[in-house]
């Protein structure tokens, strides 16, 4: 458990940051007078998605859980529907689509990464399966193309979780361009972050526009703002998923430094790779897996232990080294939730991976000596008798 409030002499896992322009920013919205969502900052932001990814348009929404709900939504998912993803994620992937009726049909990891195994998926698929959800965990990308084959095969659509994609690539091409849908976060944990905060990218043009109306409550307020109509009205359903400008103007001093950030990110990421080598080729565990056609993001650095008990043993020690590391997903089949609403199949991967899993602190300001105290616990542990 995470020891609560964390003592002031820890590493902590994960830490809020300023990278310079953020509140300078913040003074200009401010200044400029308008604070509700879809201003400057708003679009400065978009643009920024839709030029340096290729997204088809990005619209800022609230948090990455507002941005699944909003892909939910425009798929038009009737109760009994079908979604397919994997057991090992966030709860707002599948909560999205249980808000809308549907039925989650989970799939299993990979056995050696917490991905959903791509080549599995096409036995899921039924006559009622309406969308395939990938989530790119760890900013590492799922094997799009059986993905893509099946989505066109069965005229599913492709929704992407890219929560923690931000500059990740598949094969070169920017992770959130390939679905016909994708979220992505801003929330304190992510890469690039605004607090709270999200992205719906909408690469399917004929989402486009019914996008903007549930975004904007319903109305088709955003064509006025372009003076497309004379005035606006409510014509769909819809919500208020757009963040303020406050939020806007955060996001867009992180954006302006993304290089620097992710730099930093990679050095870490790296530097973690290159120290536990060593302890990973003695069998003490399981280094991140990162396949060819992927190109990561530097979101995470877990260590796959060999078992729930080392697991926690080593997560115990880093916290007596006064180390906050921590492990993630509870399985999604095997919530208290949905439990009793998964068809049964046990899913032994997912739960490895739940079971398994260690993150240890990864970001922006982790000092360099921070850094080499993390990895020199992680060494004390196995320290002589690896073979615990
Ligand atoms: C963070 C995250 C979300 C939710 O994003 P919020 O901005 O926190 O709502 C959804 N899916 C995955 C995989 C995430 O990591």
New binding site residues.
Partial sequence: MIPSPLPPDFIPFNKPYLVGPELKYIAEAVALGKLSGNGIFTQRCQQFFEQVYGFRKALLTT???AA?EMAALLLDLQPGDEVILPSF??T??ANAFVLRGARIVFADSLPYHPNLDCSKVAKLITPRTRAIVP?HYAGVACDMAPLLHLAQKHNLCLVE?A??AIESTYQGQALGSIGQLAAF?F?ET?NIIAG?G?LLAINNPAFAERAEILWEKGTNRAAFFRGEVARYQWVDIGSSYLPSELIAAYLWGQLGALESIQQRRYQQWQRYYEALQPLARQGCFTLPFVPDYARHNAHIFYLLCTSLEERDALIRHLGQHRILAVSHYQPLHASPFYRARHDGRPLPHATAHAERLVRLPLYYELSLPEQQQVIAAVQSFYLGPCAR
């Fill in positions: 948090s990455g859980t699944l994620t966030f707002s992937t989530v979780d929560a923690q976060s929330h992510k709270e999200g």
